[in-house]
């Protein structure tokens, strides 16, 4: 099934929307097409041909949010890697496989030091080198990080599989 590209007025992405919501923003007149692709929408007696990218008529202020901070989000941001030896899940370590439950949120600034739980503070550390860092910041323990934790960036539009031709020349690829 595909989808339909939705541009603000200015041209940028805004979302991808199924086709029968942008039948009905067609309908009322909310959008216009940005490309002469189109994709059938087959009813039961008759089909319909929709843009693959569609401009609304008036701008959208769309403001711009950070992503939520939570443990389960810093460790898909670190992809269950330990900032300070690397390790995944699936490697070995003292002899034994890792999974996903051998890791944890570790604190840069401890929580003990006044460390918050924020994007810049929090990292995924394997339970090794959670224990080994302990109540200390990464310098006082002999660690050092292999990258710098950040907050992730949210403005941006995640498309997947088969991508339109069209929505090539308004998403960055």
Not at 1 to 8: D, G, K, S
Not at 114 to 130: I, L
């Amino acid at each position: 099934m595909v989808a339909v590209l939705l541009l603000n007025a200015s041209y940028e992405p805004l979302a991808v929307i199924p086709k029968k919501r942008a039948l009905s923003l067609l309908l009322r007149e909310v959008v216009d097409a940005a490309t002469e692709e189109v994709v059938a929408l087959s009813g039961s007696a008759t089909s319909l041909e929709i843009p693959t990218v569609l401009r609304l008529r008036r701008y959208v202020n769309v403001p711009k949010r950070g992503a939520s901070w939570s443990r389960r989000a810093v460790m898909r941001r670190d992809n269950f890697t330990c900032i300070y030896c690397g390790v995944q899940p699936g490697s070995r370590q003292g002899g034994r496989m890792l999974r996903h439950v051998d890791f944890s949120v570790d604190h840069i600034v401890p929580k003990s030091r006044n460390g918050r739980n924020t994007w810049t503070n929090t990292a995924c550390a394997c339970s090794s080198c959670n224990n080994r860092k302990g109540n200390r910041l990464p310098h006082e323990a002999g660690m050092h990080m292999l990258w710098e934790p950040k907050t992730p960036r949210v403005d941006y539009l995640v498309a997947s599989g088969d991508i339109p031709e069209a929505w090539k020349l308004y998403l960055q690829m």
